[in-house]
C-alpha cells in the first residue's frame, strides 16, 4: 500500500473549519485514501473515504486532487471534540487491513 | 455504521496469567478481523489478521503462541495473551470488515491491558 505524508500536528479555533492535508504521492489507480480518527483511549473512528471523486458526509468532506497524489479532510465548523489525532490512509480495498502511519494530531481550543 | 464490540475494556492482571479478549461484530457478517496493539504515544500495529474458520496470519515479529487468535464464527473473534509479562501491557484493539461494510474497517473501543 503507498505510504502517507502528514504534519505532526494542527491547531485550529472552535466554529472555524479545520483543513488536514495528506499526502499520497505513490498511490495506485485501485488504491482509496481513507480518513479515520482516533480519541484518546478509543478505538479509531472511521471518518470519510474516496477513490476519485471528492466526498462530503455528515462528519467532514474529502477533498482529493485530481492527480490523486494528494488529498484535504475538511472539519467544516470544529468543535472541542473534534480534538483527536486523524490518520489518511491509502489501501487496495475493502477487507485488508488498515496500515497506520503517525498521523495528525489536531488540537481544537476555544 | 456498523458496530463492532470488544471486551473487556480494561484489564489488570498478574505476570505469568493468560488474558482473553473478545471481539464482536454486532449487526454484520465479519468475515475478517485484524487485531491491532498500540503503546503509549504511538500508532496502531497491526498484529494478525483473521478470516472465519482459518488460521490466523501474524505479522513479522508478532508470537503466534503467545497471542492466540481464534475466529470461529462470523460475528466473534478472540485475542489470548497467553503468560502475559509487564511488556505485553498495551492497548489492543480489534477490527472487522464484511458483508455490508462498504469498504470499510469498523474498530473496537479497545482494551488497556496492564500486567503486573
Known amino acids: 500500500d503507498a505510504k502517507t505524508t502528514q504534519p505532526p500536528s494542527m491547531d485550529c479555533a472552535e466554529g472555524r473549519a479545520a483543513n488536514l492535508p495528506c499526502n499520497h504521492s505513490t498511490i495506485s489507480g485501485n488504491e482509496y485514501v481513507y480518513w479515520y480518527r482516533q480519541i484518546h483511549s478509543q478505538g479509531p473512528q472511521y471518518i470519510i473515504h474516496g477513490l476519485k471523486n471528492n466526498e462530503t458526509n455528515e462528519m467532514a468532506s474529502l477533498i482529493i486532487t485530481e492527480d490523486r497524489k494528494s488529498s484535504t479532510l475538511i472539519l467544516p465548523h470544529a468543535t472541542l471534540r473534534d480534538t483527536a489525532v486523524y490518520y489518511c490512509?491509502?489501501?487496495?480495498?475493502?477487507?485488508?487491513?488498515?496500515?497506520f502511519g503517525k498521523g495528525t494530531t489536531l488540537s481544537v481550543s476555544s | 455504521g456498523a458496530v463492532v464490540s470488544q471486551h473487556p475494556s480494561r484489564v489488570i492482571c498478574k505476570s505469568g496469567t493468560s488474558v482473553k479478549i473478545e471481539c464482536r461484530s454486532l449487526d454484520f457478517q465479519a468475515t475478517t478481523m485484524f487485531w491491532y496493539r498500540q503503546f503509549p504515544k504511538q500508532s496502531l500495529m497491526l498484529m494478525a489478521t483473521s478470516n472465519e474458520g482459518s488460521k490466523a496470519t501474524y505479522e513479522q515479529g508478532v508470537e503466534k503462541d503467545k497471542f492466540l487468535i481464534n475466529h470461529a464464527s462470523l460475528t466473534l473473534s478472540t485475542l489470548t495473551v497467553t503468560s502475559a509479562h509487564p511488556e505485553d501491557s498495551s492497548f489492543y484493539i480489534c477490527?472487522?470488515?464484511?458483508?455490508?461494510?462498504?469498504?470499510?474497517?469498523?474498530f473496537g473501543s479497545g482494551t488497556q491491558l496492564s500486567v503486573l
Open positions: 477490527s472487522a470488515s464484511g458483508t455490508g461494510t462498504n469498504e470499510k474497517l469498523f
Open positions: 490512509i491509502v489501501s487496495r480495498q475493502a477487507g485488508t487491513a488498515l496500515i
